[in-house]
């Protein structure tokens, strides 16, 4: 189920934006990542999941990274210095450590991914504006 959602991510160009539909489903990615201490994934999963935000993440921080300053807002600056700090510093020492780097790692995605996704949107008409 989740190799299937980040594929079509994945296959994108390298430095091309995501589509709607990819960014969805990398939404989506992210919603598992971030679930609940009650629900967290068994080892072999939680390793699956880091790699599928590992690849998205980097995907992401390069498009971002490529739109001028003027273009990006409020998030994008913080969430990229998430994200080089994320990927320095991996993801620690201790019993929940791999758990708390997934999270950490889906949460900067997700700032990315929202970021895109407002972009993206239709603005509504609004007449006289």
Same mark, same amino acid.
Request: aromatic share 6%; hydrophobic share 40%.
């Given at each position: 189920?989740? !190799? $299937? !959602?980040? /594929?079509?991510? @994945?296959d994108?160009?390298?430095?091309?934006?995501?589509? #709607?539909?990819?960014?969805?489903?990398?939404?989506? =990615?992210? =919603?598992?990542?971030? $679930?609940?201490? @009650?629900? /967290?994934? #068994?080892?072999?999963?939680? @390793?699956? /999941? $880091?790699?599928?935000?590992? =690849?998205?993440?980097?995907?992401?921080?390069?498009?971002?990274?490529?739109?001028?300053?003027?273009?990006?807002? $409020?998030?994008?600056?913080? @969430?990229?210095?998430?994200?080089?700090?994320?990927?320095?510093?991996?993801?620690?020492?201790?019993?929940f #450590?791999?758990? %708390?780097?997934?999270?950490?790692?889906?949460?900067?995605?997700?700032?990315? !991914? /929202?970021?895109?996704q407002?972009? %993206?949107?239709?603005?509504?008409?609004?007449?006289?504006?």
């Amino acid at each position: 189920m989740g !190799t $299937v !959602t980040h /594929q079509k991510a @994945a296959d994108s160009a390298p430095n091309a934006v995501p589509s #709607a539909s990819e960014l969805e489903l990398i939404a989506l =990615d992210c =919603d598992r990542a971030l $679930v609940g201490f @009650a629900y /967290q994934p #068994a080892p072999a999963e939680n @390793a699956r /999941q $880091v790699a599928v935000m590992l =690849d998205h993440g980097g995907q992401l921080a390069s498009s971002v990274s490529r739109l001028p300053e003027a273009e990006r807002d $409020v998030r994008v600056p913080g @969430a990229l210095q998430d994200w080089a700090e994320l990927l320095d510093r991996g993801p620690g020492d201790g019993p929940f #450590a791999n758990w %708390t780097y997934l999270r950490a790692l889906a949460r900067a995605v997700r700032s990315f !991914t /929202q970021f895109l996704q407002d972009r %993206t949107r239709p603005r509504p008409f609004r007449p006289g504006r």
